[in-house]
């Protein structure tokens, strides 16, 4: 009786413990399926510690295999493109580089030609001159003396500078630019052969520098500068106010048409005045006309070469010159050679005398680009509407260079004493004009 009794709990017992293995695999949270099966009543009592630390390890690793499988799930749910897609994008070692898909070839096309229309549009702009002469000389030399830039940079003299062979040698950019400019000035009266004059009268004087370096000179003589720009008669009488000078004055006057009576001035001195004159025959004849007998003309001026039916000028020089012309104001160039016929054809000058100053000058023009470049922040200040005449400036300033480089351009020396007598005088000074067809050059 005992032995059925116990019989029948041993049952009730398995099948209660049975009930609740179900119970708790139904119930086991989503974290952790993988809870493993409770044992029959025969297994439920505890296992021994070594086979209790198996099993736990085995519940963790399948736990943690779980939780990787669920990721993976979640991923590709939320991201239509496997992670072996990215991955493929990746060009192998020595692989050549993948083609670009047709839109990004439209964009790169697309911006190329961008950039091309661009560079020639500004090319266009500047291939296009701006100050054309329409007896307007007056007008740009106001502006450029009010705004500043090109005193800051050149100084008191709007000319070009002379640099020695050794200088050139040397290197141009070690010279100080302003210096240059002064060096030009000694240079030129030195060539000139003036020798103590009463009265000076420089054409084409801008804000004065050269007039009050020969007052300096001449401290006994009456030294007159004239120009079309108000502006710079203004700026010149103020720096010879600074500088003390009592014996130099400025006035706005044409130079084709002067005020100033026959037969006035022992040195008339004209330095890069001649390029504006929109007729220099005229130009010659009125600066020999106020010259005083015995007297001295010296003339700077930026010449064009000598044009012959042997050497006529193709269509680009042609082009070329025009632009020049047409940028700062200039009517038109002519050659050293014509100035010096023009000379000769007054009837009233004699020993004439023409050179060619190229070389020791023609450093100047992209010397003054450099000046620019290390120095640039009196342009920066000024604004958009002085960057683009600046920067117009130096592709001007660039054009000259290559200009006088290549022969299209010289740089003209005249001089000549005025006279009056006679045949013989004109004969020498023909002679002297033939010697100078070769166009000799200062050392």
Known sequence: MLSIASEAYRSLKISSMQAMHSKSVAHTPHCCPYRPPRQPFASAFPPPRHQRSIQKHRHHELYCQHRADSAATDHSQH????????????????????????????????????????????????????????????????????????????????HLGYYTEEERQEGYKKKDFKQAKLDFVDQMLKWSGAKSPSRVLDVGCGIGGTTRILAKNFPDAKTQGITLSKSQVKRGTELAAEQGLNNCSFQVMDALHMDFPDDTFDLVWACESGEHMPDKKLYIEEMTRVLKPGGTLVIACWCQREESPQTPFTGEEKDQLQFLYDEWAHPYFISNLEFGRLMEGTGKLQAVEVEDWTQPTIDSWRHSIWVGVYDPWIVVFKGPVVWYRTVREIVTLERMHRAFDRGLMQYGMMKAVKSTSHAADQQASSRTLAKAQGGKSPG
């Open 79 to 158: 991201h239509h493109q496997p992670l072996y897609h990215i991955s493929a994008e990746v060009p192998r070692p020595g692989a050549p580089p993948a083609k670009p898909s047709l839109p990004a070839a439209l964009h790169y096309m697309a911006a190329a030609a961008g950039v091309a229309l661009t560079f020639f549009a500004l090319k266009r702009v500047f291939d296009t001159p701006s100050r054309a002469y329409k007896e307007n000389v007056g007008d740009e030399y106001d502006s450029w003396t009010e705004d500043g830039v090109l005193e800051y940079y050149w100084g008191e003299h709007i």
